[in-house]
């Protein structure tokens, strides 16, 4: 045991047996007061999410959505807009690649901004059916077609997160959304963050509501006077936010079911001991239920960077924050050998994760579960969150074992497409009527049937 946060050997201990079944944490005061949000957004609409955002956030606030006035008067220093702009683009290079590798194969179809079809385009591919090139046979394939509207959930408040407005606007402009809404909590005097609002102004957001928590989630999800309801929901929030998007799955599409945010790094011998405990405390000073784990191939060098956080800690302005993520949820682990190192990682399955080693892309190729993977020394965390391009918005609490980081599939869906010819009917109609008859149900039989007999 350290005074910073709990050490475990490797050698005398399973590591993994510390982070096998994490999830998101569920408490019931907090369902139930969740709940009731999301029941009285039902019923009252804007009523309920202009008293909301009054109780929590401005209390004077007079309307629910960011003016135009509002937008053109957010002013920034030219190099704040600078950074806003190279963040931007980068993040629209990486999420367009992205689409192009995934349909680099499929015919491509621009519809236009045509409000009755709903989609600015489509992706397709079809082989056919019978699996011969013949002409007359019937088709099979698949549609990819973006959703209609996505909102954004951007947290606010006390602090700004322009980067989360850009990290999950941007793919979802890629993908082909028409409509991007976002919301955000005031701050107290009823405004919204500069640096926010040129954000919104950089992805042609078609509007900001001044609303937080789990009222913003149940009007994207369910709809209101004001708020037209949404298809997808993405952006990261409080355990408000989250439970909203719990209790709401099914009734809108959801990026995931996030709890805090966490880190792991992994060093050896080769590691720059400062620039190691620099990423393990950069992304806990975000919130105290934060987590930081430290995996580390020898007793010497993880004491070494255990040195440098408490050094870098000293002058840390949140260092009270960092301290307390540390020593409540955070975890160090001397590994035996690269092999426990990697088992526990790949449990552990972190949301971001470092390589501080002597060759990343070997440990990477052992990494099956992460939520993003920075590789190398020369890769800082505070570099993914901002500015490398993937979104910053990633699956947490172990749930990179089944989930991704918000991407332009986040905001795009499959459509099967089937046609079949007379021929390929009746080479297929005994196979259905032999599955009608296992599972029982003749009149799926008939259907194939009737077009032989009839």
Same mark, same amino acid.
């Given at each position: 045991? %350290?005074?910073?946060?709990? &050490?475990?050997?490797?050698?005398?201990?399973?590591?993994?047996?510390?982070?096998?079944?994490?999830?998101?944490?569920?408490?019931?005061?907090?369902?139930?007061?969740?709940?009731?949000?999301?029941?009285?957004?039902?019923?009252?609409?804007?009523?309920?999410?202009?008293?909301?955002?009054?109780?929590?956030?401005?209390?004077?606030?007079?309307?629910?959505? *960011?003016?135009?006035?509002?937008?053109?008067?957010? #002013?920034?220093?030219?190099?704040?807009?600078?950074?806003?702009?190279?963040?931007?683009?980068? &993040?629209?290079?990486?999420?367009?690649?992205?689409?192009?590798?995934?349909?680099?194969?499929?015919?491509?179809?621009?519809?236009?901004?045509?409000?009755?079809?709903?989609?600015?385009?489509?992706?397709?591919?079809?082989?056919?059916?019978?699996?011969?090139?013949?002409?007359?046979?019937?088709?099979?394939?698949?549609?990819?077609?973006?959703?209609?509207?996505?909102?954004?959930?951007?947290?606010?408040? @006390?602090?700004?997160?322009?980067?989360?407005?850009?990290? /999950?606007?941007?793919?979802?402009?890629?993908?082909?959304?028409?409509?991007?809404?976002?919301?955000?909590?005031?701050?107290?005097?009823?405004?919204?963050?500069?640096?926010?609002?040129?954000?919104?102004?950089?992805?042609?957001?078609?509007?900001?509501?001044?609303?937080?928590?789990?009222? @913003?989630?149940?009007?994207?999800?369910?709809?209101?006077?004001?708020?037209?309801?949404?298809?997808? +929901?993405?952006?990261?929030? /409080?355990?408000?936010?989250?439970?909203?998007?719990? =209790?709401?799955?099914?009734?809108?599409?959801?990026?995931?079911?996030?709890?805090?945010?966490?880190?792991?790094?992994?060093?050896?011998?080769?590691?720059?001991?400062?620039?190691?405990?620099?990423?393990?405390?950069?992304?806990?000073?975000?919130?105290?239920?934060?987590?930081?784990?430290?995996?580390?191939?020898?007793?010497?060098?993880?004491? @070494?960077?255990?040195?440098?956080?408490?050094?870098?800690? =000293?002058?840390?302005?949140?260092?009270?924050? +960092?301290?307390?993520?540390?020593?409540?949820?955070?975890?160090?682990?001397?590994?035996?050998?690269?092999?426990?190192?990697?088992?526990?990682?790949?449990?552990?399955?972190?949301?971001?994760? #470092?390589?501080? *080693?002597?060759?990343?892309?070997?440990?990477? %190729?052992? &990494?099956?579960?992460?939520?993003?993977?920075?590789?190398?020394?020369?890769?800082?965390?505070?570099?993914?969150?901002? *500015?490398?391009?993937?979104?910053?918005?990633?699956? #947490?609490?172990?749930?990179?074992?089944?989930?991704?980081?918000?991407?332009?599939?986040?905001?795009?869906?499959?459509? %099967?497409?089937? =046609?079949?010819?007379?021929?390929?009917?009746? =080479?297929?109609?005994?196979?259905?009527?032999?599955?009608?008859?296992?599972?029982?149900?003749?009149?799926?039989?008939?259907?194939?049937? &009737?077009?032989?007999?009839?």
């Amino acid at each position: 045991m %350290s005074d910073l946060l709990p &050490i475990l050997d490797g050698a005398t201990e399973d590591p993994i047996q510390r982070v096998l079944h994490r999830a998101p944490s569920q408490d019931s005061s907090l369902i139930d007061t969740v709940a009731s949000i999301i029941d009285d957004v039902r019923r009252r609409g804007d009523a309920a999410l202009l008293e909301s955002a009054r109780k929590f956030d401005a209390p004077d606030l007079q309307d629910l959505w *960011v003016s135009d006035a509002e937008v053109q008067s957010a #002013t920034l220093e030219p190099h704040q807009v600078e950074a806003l702009e190279l963040a931007g683009t980068r &993040i629209g290079v990486f999420h367009a690649m992205q689409l192009r590798a995934l349909t680099m194969m499929m015919q491509s179809e621009e519809i236009g901004a045509n409000p009755l079809i709903e989609v600015t385009r489509q992706f397709s591919w079809t082989i056919p059916a019978a699996g011969k090139d013949e002409p007359g046979t019937g088709r099979i394939g698949q549609r990819l077609v973006p959703v209609r509207r996505a909102g954004v959930y951007v947290p606010g408040g @006390a602090a700004a997160y322009p980067s989360s407005v850009l990290m /999950n606007a941007i793919p979802a402009r890629t993908a082909g959304v028409l409509d991007v809404i976002l919301a955000s909590p005031a701050r107290r005097d009823g405004s919204i963050h500069p640096a926010v609002l040129q954000a919104g102004k950089l992805v042609a957001a078609d509007g900001l509501l001044k609303v937080g928590g789990a009222a @913003a989630i149940a009007a994207l999800a369910l709809g209101t006077e004001s708020v037209q309801r949404v298809d997808v +929901i993405v952006g990261p929030g /409080n355990k408000w936010v989250n439970e909203a998007k719990r =209790q709401l799955w099914g009734q809108v599409g959801l990026d995931g079911y996030a709890g805090p945010s966490e880190v792991a790094v992994l060093v050896d011998g080769s590691a720059n001991p400062a620039w190691a405990a620099a990423d393990l405390i950069t992304q806990v000073e975000h919130a105290p239920d934060n987590a930081a784990f430290l995996v580390s191939l020898s007793r010497h060098t993880l004491e @070494a960077v255990l040195a440098e956080v408490e050094k870098q800690l =000293q002058t840390a302005p949140r260092a009270a924050t +960092i301290r307390q993520a540390l020593k409540d949820n955070s975890l160090a682990v001397v590994a035996k050998d690269k092999e426990q190192a990697y088992d526990f990682l790949n449990a552990l399955a972190p949301e971001h994760l #470092t390589l501080s *080693v002597e060759n990343p892309e070997a440990a990477a %190729s052992r &990494i099956v579960n992460a939520g993003c993977i920075l590789l190398g020394e020369h890769t800082p965390e505070s570099a993914g969150d901002f *500015v490398i391009g993937p979104s910053h918005t990633l699956p #947490t609490s172990g749930a990179a074992r089944f989930s991704s980081p918000v991407n332009v599939m986040s905001f795009m869906r499959f459509q %099967s497409i089937s =046609q079949l010819s007379p021929t390929d009917l009746a =080479q297929l109609i005994p196979t259905i009527e032999t599955f009608a008859e296992m599972e029982d149900f003749p009149a799926h039989g008939a259907a194939a049937t &009737i077009r032989r007999d009839r």
